[in-house]
Structure formats: structure tokens, C-alpha cells
């Protein structure tokens, strides 16, 4: 290996930081960004593979003083982005010698602090950490789970599975990398993997980045199976990313229409009699929270969980349209800290220019049920529901409620 001058590049912190969206194939917006780090040769000004960076690094003991100099040059580079959009996540790699050098020194926090990026807008990647040191990994997930901080399993698939990393991590995401799994033999095997870890994600309120899309068919395999989120070079690679930048590469998405053709045919037709039903079924629901004391309201809500299970999530707006609740989510493994990735909305949140509330209040209409939708939040179809209601003191709001529609339409008549 050439000497690449490792001690000289961190010494002039000669880093550059690429950027790769993570985007919604079903939405318009981009759940987080990737920070890669590429070394700057300073021999010759050319950029270092980050794997050859780091096996250098590895070599002469300075892993943690490499790592250190990635994270604050992908903070300070992120910082541009974030205050444009409050809302993007951003994605730092880390290795286990950074893992145990975090449990003891708060580098990481302190430099969230410096670049007032809030710690709910940082996911950790961990992937190729160490098993055999399960207790300082517990130790590092806890400390920095408690303070905010996403934790991600970067490449799901590499080693076939990586089903020891899920069970420890218990992550707020998994990226299944999807270039890995195309290097398995049965095409078959890889869609039933693809399949089972969806199916165990959504379960357990963890959201899913298919990672490795290069092609139209990665980006189609992994939107059927469950993938709520994408990344690859067929959606936009690793480069210098501007707020703007990455504007356009969400608008200019060549692949969202032919998504969304495939979600219509899921979505097609909700017969009028499941229309019919569910309005019903809302006035039983109203009968049930008529009289609520505001604030207080959970209580009600669980109850109503409990009872039907094709309810996904549901919130009360003022008559203005601004949520006055929290958003209450039917579903105990999902971490209420985890809505900002699921686009779930929160106290405060402006629905006047959405249908589920301007086509109710501007209407003759005391119930309005939107047209069917991808559910962010589970993967499933689900029909919108909105219904005036009155509290305690006779005041009236408006209560919306996400329904799954294939288990309303199976449940519909038990109800």
C-alpha cells in the first residue's frame, strides 16, 4: 500500500465531504443525507479511496483521530443544509474504535453543539462493529440513544444478514444494501430475505432504506418488498450538495411516476360500500370521544386502538386547521421520537390547505374521506377520515384518522 501521508492529512484536516440523498420514491422529500469522506493526497492533491484512508489509518493508530476529523467535516458541511430544512437527517459512519473512544469522551456531542445540528438530526451508522465487545456497544447505544440520536444499521445484507447486529441495536433504521444482496445466488432467496427483514422492520416501527440502487429494477424490487426510503447512484451520487441541489435531484426523480403507477394499481378503486362503512364507522368513533377533555385525550385513544387495529394513526385539529394534539400512533414498537422520519405530524402543524380538513370545513359535508394513500408509516393503503367532534366545554374540533383499508374492508362487517 502507498504511504498516503495519513498523519499530514488529518494534521491539515485535508478532507472532503460527499453527500448522498436519501430520498421518499412515494413522497417529495428526502428523509436524510450521507456523509461520505474522501482524503485529500497531499502529495498530489488527488482524493483517497476511504478505504485505503482508513486501513492507513488502522495501521498507524489513528483511527479515532480520523474519525473525529470525518465527523466534524461532515457536521460543519451538513450545517448549510440543515438550516434550510430543519427536518434532514444526517448519516455518519462510524467504526468501533470510535465507538469505544465516544462511550468515554463526548466528541460527537460536542460537536452537534458547535454547529447547533440538534442530536435528532444525527443517525449513527454502525456496521462493522466488533460482537465480541457487546457490552461497550450496549453502553454506546444507550448514551447516545438517550441523548437523541438516531441509531442506524448500515448494510444490512453484507454477511447475508447481520440478524446478531438487529437484535442487539434494536435500530431506529436498517439500510439493506441492495448491491450486496444481488451478489446471492437465488434471486429468489434475495427477495424472500428482502421480504422478511420489511416485514420485521415495519413490526417493530423501524424504518427501511434500500441502499445499493442502481437500476430500475433494484429501485421497483425494493419499493414491492417495503422500502420506505431509498439511496443509490441510480437516485444521485455522492457529491458537493447544495439545500437547492437537492431540490432538484427530488423533483427531478426519474423514477416517481412509475412508483406511483405501481402504487395505483394497489390503491385502485376503494368501492363505494367501504366509502359507506367507514363513514359509519367514524360516527361510532365520534360517539366514543364526543365529551373528551383536551389534553387528556390518550386515555381515549388507546381504548380505540385496542378496539380496531386497522386504525394506523390519528390527531385533532382546531377549527383553523393547526394540530392541537399529539399524533397518537397504534402501534407500541413504534418510538414516538421516530415520526420525524415518518413524516408523522405534530402539535402546531398547519392542515388549512390539506383535503383531509379544507374539503370537510368547505363543504355541506360533516365527514370527509380522502383519496387512498402509501402509508409512510407502515407500508400499507390507507384511506384518511376526518369528523367534527366537540370536548368537554362544547367546543369543536376535528379529529383525522389514518385507516388501513384492506383490514377495514376484511373487518368491516364485525364491526
Given at each position: 500500500?502507498?504511504?498516503?501521508?495519513?498523519?499530514?492529512?488529518?494534521?491539515?484536516?485535508?478532507?472532503?465531504?460527499?453527500?448522498?440523498?436519501?430520498?421518499?420514491?412515494?413522497?417529495?422529500?428526502?428523509?436524510?443525507?450521507?456523509?461520505?469522506?474522501?482524503?485529500?493526497?497531499?502529495?498530489?492533491?488527488?482524493?483517497?479511496?476511504?478505504?485505503?484512508?482508513?486501513?492507513?489509518?488502522?495501521?498507524?493508530?489513528?483511527?479515532?483521530?480520523?474519525?473525529?476529523?470525518?465527523?466534524?467535516?461532515?457536521?460543519?458541511?451538513?450545517?448549510?443544509?440543515?438550516?434550510?430544512?430543519?427536518?434532514?437527517?444526517?448519516?455518519?459512519?462510524?467504526?468501533?474504535?470510535?465507538?469505544?473512544?465516544?462511550?468515554?469522551?463526548?466528541?460527537?456531542?460536542?460537536?452537534?453543539?458547535k454547529y447547533g445540528i440538534p442530536y435528532q438530526n444525527?443517525?449513527?451508522?454502525?456496521?462493522?462493529?466488533?460482537?465480541?465487545?457487546?457490552?461497550?456497544?450496549?453502553?454506546?447505544?444507550?448514551?447516545?440513544?438517550?441523548?437523541?440520536?438516531?441509531?442506524?444499521?448500515?448494510?444490512?445484507?453484507?454477511?447475508?444478514?447481520?440478524?446478531?447486529?438487529?437484535?442487539?441495536?434494536?435500530?431506529?433504521?436498517?439500510?439493506?444494501?441492495?448491491?450486496?444482496?444481488?451478489?446471492?445466488?437465488?434471486?429468489?432467496?434475495?427477495?424472500?430475505?428482502?421480504?422478511?427483514?420489511?416485514?420485521?422492520?415495519?413490526?417493530?416501527?423501524?424504518?427501511?432504506?434500500?441502499?445499493?440502487?442502481?437500476?430500475?429494477?433494484?429501485?421497483?424490487?425494493?419499493?414491492?418488498?417495503?422500502?420506505?426510503?431509498?439511496?443509490?447512484?441510480?437516485?444521485?451520487?455522492?457529491?458537493?450538495?447544495?439545500?437547492?441541489?437537492?431540490?432538484?435531484?427530488?423533483?427531478?426523480?426519474?423514477?416517481?411516476?412509475?412508483?406511483?403507477?405501481?402504487?395505483?394499481?394497489?390503491?385502485?378503486?376503494?368501492?363505494?360500500?367501504?366509502?359507506?362503512?367507514?363513514?359509519?364507522?367514524?360516527?361510532?368513533?365520534?360517539?366514543?370521544?364526543?365529551?373528551?377533555?383536551?389534553?387528556?385525550?390518550?386515555?381515549?385513544?388507546?381504548?380505540?386502538?385496542?378496539?380496531?387495529?386497522?386504525?394506523?394513526?390519528?390527531?385533532?385539529?382546531?377549527?383553523?386547521?393547526?394540530?392541537?394534539?399529539?399524533?397518537?400512533?397504534?402501534?407500541?414498537?413504534?418510538?414516538?421520537?421516530?415520526?420525524?422520519?415518518?413524516?408523522?405530524?405534530?402539535?402546531?402543524?398547519?392542515?388549512?390547505?390539506?383535503?383531509?380538513?379544507?374539503?370537510?370545513?368547505?363543504?355541506?359535508?360533516?365527514?370527509?374521506?380522502?383519496?387512498?394513500?402509501?402509508?409512510?408509516?407502515?407500508?400499507?393503503?390507507?384511506?384518511?377520515?376526518?369528523?367534527?367532534?366537540?370536548?368537554?366545554?362544547?367546543?369543536?374540533?376535528?379529529?383525522?384518522?389514518?385507516?388501513?383499508?384492506?383490514?377495514?374492508?376484511?373487518?368491516?362487517?364485525?364491526?
Amino acid at each position: 500500500m502507498n504511504n498516503i501521508g495519513i498523519k499530514r492529512i488529518i494534521e491539515n484536516e485535508s478532507i472532503d465531504i460527499l453527500m448522498q440523498v436519501i430520498l421518499s420514491p412515494h413522497e417529495d422529500f428526502a428523509v436524510g443525507i450521507e456523509a461520505f469522506a474522501r482524503g485529500i493526497d497531499p502529495n498530489n492533491n488527488k482524493l483517497v479511496n476511504p478505504n485505503e484512508l482508513f486501513e492507513q489509518a488502522k495501521e498507524e493508530e489513528l483511527t479515532v483521530e480520523l474519525d473525529k476529523l470525518c465527523v466534524k467535516k461532515a457536521l460543519q458541511e451538513f450545517t448549510q443544509i440543515y438550516i434550510k430544512n430543519k427536518s434532514t437527517i444526517l448519516f455518519i459512519n462510524i467504526t468501533d474504535s470510535f465507538i469505544s473512544y465516544s462511550i468515554k469522551y463526548d466528541y460527537l456531542i460536542e460537536c452537534a453543539d458547535k454547529y447547533g445540528i440538534p442530536y435528532q438530526n444525527i443517525a449513527i451508522d454502525l456496521s462493522n462493529f466488533d460482537l465480541y465487545s457487546v457490552e461497550e456497544v450496549e453502553m454506546f447505544i444507550d448514551k447516545y440513544r438517550a441523548k437523541g440520536f438516531y441509531m442506524s444499521i448500515d448494510d444490512i445484507g453484507q454477511d447475508y444478514f447481520n440478524l446478531d447486529k438487529l437484535l442487539l441495536v434494536n435500530p431506529d433504521i436498517i439500510k439493506i444494501n441492495n448491491f450486496l444482496l444481488n451478489k446471492l445466488p437465488s434471486k429468489q432467496y434475495k427477495n424472500y430475505l428482502l421480504k422478511f427483514i420489511s416485514i420485521i422492520a415495519h413490526e417493530m416501527g423501524m424504518v427501511v432504506v434500500a441502499k445499493g440502487i442502481e437500476n430500475e429494477k433494484d429501485l421497483e424490487s425494493s419499493v414491492q418488498v417495503g422500502a420506505q426510503f431509498v439511496q443509490g447512484f441510480f437516485i444521485s451520487k455522492p457529491s458537493k450538495l447544495s439545500y437547492e441541489e437537492i431540490d432538484g435531484i427530488i423533483n427531478s426523480f426519474k423514477n416517481k411516476e412509475k412508483v406511483k403507477k405501481y402504487f395505483c394499481r394497489k390503491e385502485s378503486n376503494s368501492n363505494r360500500s367501504v366509502i359507506t362503512k367507514l363513514i359509519n364507522f367514524i360516527d361510532k368513533i365520534k360517539g366514543k370521544i364526543d365529551g373528551f377533555c383536551l389534553g387528556c385525550e390518550d386515555e381515549t385513544f388507546k381504548k380505540i386502538f385496542n378496539e380496531y387495529s386497522f386504525i394506523e394513526n390519528c390527531w385533532i385539529l382546531d377549527m383553523n386547521g393547526i394540530q392541537i394534539s399529539d399524533s397518537y400512533i397504534n402501534k407500541e414498537n413504534f418510538l414516538t421520537r421516530n415520526s420525524s422520519i415518518f413524516n408523522i405530524s405534530k402539535k402546531n402543524m398547519d392542515y388549512s390547505k390539506k383535503d383531509i380538513y379544507d374539503r370537510l370545513v368547505n363543504t355541506i359535508l360533516d365527514v370527509w374521506v380522502t383519496k387512498p394513500f402509501h402509508s409512510l408509516l407502515t407500508n400499507n393503503i390507507c384511506l384518511g377520515v376526518s369528523k367534527y367532534i366537540v370536548d368537554s366545554k362544547g367546543k369543536t374540533f376535528i379529529l383525522c384518522l389514518n385507516v388501513n383499508r384492506d383490514m377495514f374492508s376484511r373487518d368491516a362487517g364485525n364491526i
